[in-house]
Each structure stands twice: as structure tokens, then as C-alpha cells.
């Protein structure tokens, strides 16, 4: 009886609710409390309960593409001489900045300079054949006006009209031949003045001198028989308006457009990155080498920088332009 009433009381305490209970005293309610816990809503929730849209913080960029290319002067020239002639003088040295029309170099062309001296010769001749013409013509005008009057009062004959007024005409037609000479005298002598004033080498531009082979006594041919460019006399670069021409690998074409921003370091400034932004994309690509070329304008490059410093680019691409790009055919 005893052990009867021993197992009763054993049953009673292990209830359901009681093994519910040893359970969650075991757990320390961790369970229960998850399952029941209440989420708190924003303090700006509607009525409905629904939590307002968060701003994200912009995704970083998908990817990165990078290159390689080179310091370019966009204005860069060669100056050559348009005539030939004998260097006399040399007024700048490479790494000079020079303006437009500072002079670059002086030469010398003797048959220039009888060419002009012949034409301002003719020039002073044709003007002493034209006085002469002019006098002549004014003798044949009154001369013509006289035999003009005495035929009205029937004091000269016909004839004699016919011949004063033929003489007129004659001296009037020299008189403008001699001044047709005077004209080609002056265009003559402009032709021999430009040559002449060809001979002194002007800067086109303002700019800096990279190089010069130009040197006294040297015996430069006109442009029209330098037909290379190592025969002209200097090369000019503006350097305060430089851009990089870089190469990518094609296969990034349709993630590149105008605008996009990137950084670039330059060999001999390893440790001073500066910005770059796609100028222009190159409107073909390079069979040989596999790449597509950019032009990049520089955002603040360090000082010091030259033209033909070897570069390397990056230009990180947005997730979105990314995505745009991966998904076109």
C-alpha cells in the first residue's frame, strides 16, 4: 500500500504543466522569450507598423579597371623654316618658356635679300616711268582740249580733233600701264619682305622648347624638302594644358564613358596620385594589342610634370554602371 501511494504522488508532481515548467527553469525561459518577444517599431512607423525606407550608404565600386599609357601635350608642334637659309643666331634653349612671336632663331639668305632689294629697284623705277607718263599725259590733255575748242569755232579741222584726242587716249593708257607696274612692284616686294621676315623663326604658341637641332651655321632646307621631322629646327610643346593617352584591355568598352573619375600615378611620382577624368574614348580599337585608348584630363597633377612620363591608371566602375555593362550583349 505503501508503494502504491508512493507512485501516485510521483505521477501527480510530473505533470504536463509540470514538465513545461522543469523545462523552461532548465532553458532559462531563453526559448519562449525569443519566440514572444515584441519589435520595436520606429519612432516615424505609420499606423500600419511598417518601418520607413533606409538610406543606404553608396556600394562601393564593382570593380576596378586599370591601365597603362603616357603624358601627352596635346599642342605640340615642330618648327620647321619655310625657306631655306644659313642660322645665324639661336634665341632659346630647350626648357625655355617662350610666347607667341618671341623669336626662336635668326637666319641669313643672301638671294632673299637681292630679291628684295631688286624689287624695291623696280619699284622706284616703275614710279619714275609713271611721273613721266603723267606729264606726257597732262601735255596731251590740254593739248586735246585746245584743238577741242578751236573745232568749235571752226579754227581746227576735224582731222585735227581726231589726232589731239587719239594722243590723249594714248598718253591715258600709259599712264595706267605704268601704274599696273608700280602694283606688281609693291606685291613683288611683299613676297621678297615675307620671305625675308620668314627668315626669322617665331614661336607659333605660347609654350616650351623640348627640343632643339637647330645650331649656328647650320644650312636649313625650306619646309616644302624637310620631310622629316628630325630636320626641322625645333619642337614646342604647351605644357600647362597636358592630358594622359592610356590603354584598357576591350573587353571593359561597354563599362567606359565620358565623365568617369580615377586616379593615376606617374612613374617618376610614385608617391603623389592625382585624379584623371575620361575625356574621350577612342572611337576604335587596336587590333594588334587587344585595347581600347582613353584620354584622360588631369585633376591637379603634381608639379613638374613632362610629356612622355609613363603612367599607370585606375578608374574604379559603380556597381550599377557595372551591372549596366555586364548586361549588354
Given amino acids: 500500500m505503501l508503494l502504491v501511494a508512493a507512485i501516485s504522488a510521483v505521477i501527480i508532481l510530473v505533470s504536463p504543466n509540470s514538465l513545461s515548467g522543469i523545462k523552461n527553469g532548465l532553458l532559462g525561459q531563453a526559448e519562449p522569450a525569443k519566440l514572444t518577444q515584441a519589435i520595436p517599431l520606429h519612432d516615424n ?29 596635346p599642342h605640340l608642334t615642330a618648327v620647321f623654316s619655310k625657306y ?3 642660322i645665324t643666331g639661336i634665341a632659346a ?57 578751236l ?11 581726231e589726232d589731239a584726242e587719239t594722243v590723249w587716249k594714248q598718253a591715258l593708257n600709259n599712264v595706267e600701264q605704268c601704274r599696273q607696274d608700280v602694283v606688281r612692284a609693291d606685291i613683288t616686294i611683299r613676297v621678297a619682305q615675307e620671305q625675308m621676315d620668314e627668315l626669322t623663326i617665331r614661336a ?45 584591355a576591350e573587353t571593359n568598352i561597354s563599362l567606359l564613358r ?18 584623371i577624368e575620361i575625356q574621350r574614348v577612342a ?23 613632362r610629356p612622355n612620363m609613363a603612367a599607370r591608371i585606375r578608374i574604379p566602375v559603380p556597381e550599377s554602371q557595372a551591372q549596366i555593362g555586364e548586361a549588354q550583349p
Fill in 204 to 248: 607659333p604658341f605660347d609654350g616650351t622648347v623640348t627640343r632643339l637641332n637647330a645650331h649656328i651655321g647650320d644650312t636649313v632646307l625650306a619646309r616644302a624638302d624637310s620631310v622629316r621631322e628630325s630636320q626641322s629646327l625645333l619642337a614646342l610643346a604647351d605644357t600647362t594644358s597636358m592630358v594622359i593617352d592610356a590603354d584598357i
Fill in 45 to 73: 512607423a505609420d499606423k500600419s507598423g511598417e518601418l520607413p525606407p533606409i538610406s543606404r550608404p553608396s556600394q562601393p565600386a564593382a570593380r576596378d579597371i586599370t591601365g597603362s599609357g603616357y603624358v601627352v601635350a
Fill in 283 to 305: 572611337p576604335i580599337a587596336s587590333a594588334e594589342k587587344g585595347t581600347i585608348g582613353l584620354r584622360l584630363s588631369l585633376i591637379n597633377p603634381p608639379a613638374g610634370i
Fill in 258 to 275: 565620358p565623365g568617369l573619375i580615377g586616379e593615376a600615378v606617374l612613374d617618376g611620382f610614385p608617391d603623389r596620385p592625382f585624379g
Fill in 151 to 161: 573745232t568749235q569755232r571752226d579754227a581746227a579741222s576735224r582731222k585735227d580733233l
Fill in 93 to 149: 634653349e630647350v626648357g625655355d618658356r617662350v610666347k607667341a612671336g618671341q623669336i626662336l632663331a635668326v637666319m641669313e639668305d643672301a638671294s632673299a635679300r637681292l630679291a628684295l632689294e631688286q624689287a624695291e629697284a623696280a619699284k622706284v623705277s616703275a614710279g619714275l616711268v609713271l611721273a613721266a607718263r603723267e606729264i606726257t599725259l597732262a601735255q596731251a590733255t590740254a593739248s586735246f582740249r585746245r584743238t577741242e575748242a
Fill in 84 to 86: 631655306e637659309g644659313k
